[in-house]
């Protein structure tokens, strides 16, 4: 019997933090491209962050502070840019703690933080 040795996928995005945010705020909701006014008047910090395909549709966060989530368009952008990079039809990304944060479920910590929240 083969074994199958197929090498996993493995890609690496620099994402974009506000390092008080993630570490006095809410948590760590990096931008995959953040707006250069924003990224300046805001003294955003850039951090490499690796994901591995799973299952030939699931990013998993491989590295790095826990994601709690992608908010706005920053997760359909980094799961584009992933998914074109591998040639691949991923749908779903999950954090290093193997939640789901894109796309936002009810139990995404994006949301369960906002209904708390609000």
């Known amino acids: 019997m083969m074994e199958n040795t197929t090498a996993p996928i493995i890609i690496t995005r620099k994402l974009y933090f506000n390092k008080k945010e993630r570490e006095e705020g809410e948590g760590f909701y990096p931008m995959f491209n953040p707006p250069l006014q924003i990224y300046k008047e805001n003294e955003y910090q850039q951090i490499s962050v690796s994901f591995e395909l799973r299952k030939g549709t699931e990013w998993h966060q491989r590295n790095r ?54």
């Open 65 to 118: 502070s826990v994601i709690y989530g992608l908010e706005g368009i920053n997760g359909p952008q980094l799961l584009v840019s992933l998914n074109n990079e591998a040639k691949v039809n991923g749908y779903k990304i999950f954090n290093s703690g193997g939640r789901q944060i894109f796309p936002v479920t009810a139990n995404s910590t994006f949301r369960i933080l906002n209904q708390y929240s609000n």
